[in-house]
T-cell receptor, first 108, second 114 residues
């Protein structure tokens, strides 16, 4: 069964502090992993995907197949990073499976 | 420019009164999804279309139906809304060519059942 877990419902950090949002998955095949972000009153939008191995808005995420993880990291959090973050898995059956989300709150 | 457009943004319907939510896209994507998202929960896939092929999730209630008359439009019909169907409904699209597996979301329709 495919499953995405995000253990933290809420994560609060101070501006300038490092942040790590955890994501673990279970999938029998070779997954494709994404991070989606939802800012207040805006649509869900792609932040980054593991196949592109890029850094977006200072965020990076590395797929660790051994630990079945895809944690999202940023060395210095900014207040504008406050949002809801969803880890998602694409299962090649045309479907995306989303984790429950982590609300990141960056405090001034 | 909005590429996936959902109408209306907010919908209030009466208990048991059929309601239709609409989604349109300008991306010419083959795949369209409908997700239900309740407060503080992950988006839950209801069904999706690959072109005209309809794929229903096993746990989607029969109360939820969908139509896709053409590539650009997709509708979610709730035949007899219950209080438990109050949620945000998200439409998303995805292309099926090359390596592009990014899903594009609309802004959602928030459904209130009174």
């Amino acid at each position: 069964a495919q499953r995405v877990t995000q253990p933290e419902k809420l994560l609060s950090v101070f501006k300038g502090a490092p942040v790590e949002l955890k994501c673990n998955y279970s999938y029998s095949g070779s997954p494709e992993l994404f991070w989606y972000v939802q800012y207040s009153r805006q649509r869900l939008q792609l932040l980054l995907r593991h196949i592109s191995r890029e850094s977006i808005k200072g965020f990076t995420a590395d797929l660790n197949k051994g630990e079945t993880s895809f944690h999202l990291k940023k060395p210095f959090a900014q207040e504008e990073d406050s949002a809801m973050y969803y880890c998602a898995l694409y299962n090649y059956g045309q479907n995306f499976v989303f984790g429950p989300g982590t609300r990141l709150s960056v405090l001034p | 420019d909005a590429m996936v457009i959902q109408n209306p943004r907010y919908q209030v319907t009466q208990f048991g009164k059929p309601v239709t939510l609409s989604c349109s896209q300008t991306l010419n994507h083959n795949v369209m999804y409908w997700y239900q998202q309740k407060s503080s929960q992950a988006p839950k896939l209801l069904f999706h279309y690959y072109d005209k092929d309809f794929n229903n999730e096993a746990d989607t209630p029969d109360n939820f139906q969908s139509r896709r008359p053409n590539t650009s439009f997709c509708f979610l019909d709730i035949r007899s809304p219950g209080l438990g169907d109050a949620a945000m409904y998200l439409c998303a699209t995805r292309g099926s060519w090359g390596e592009d597996t990014e899903a594009f979301f609309g802004q959602g329709t928030r459904l209130t059942v009174v």
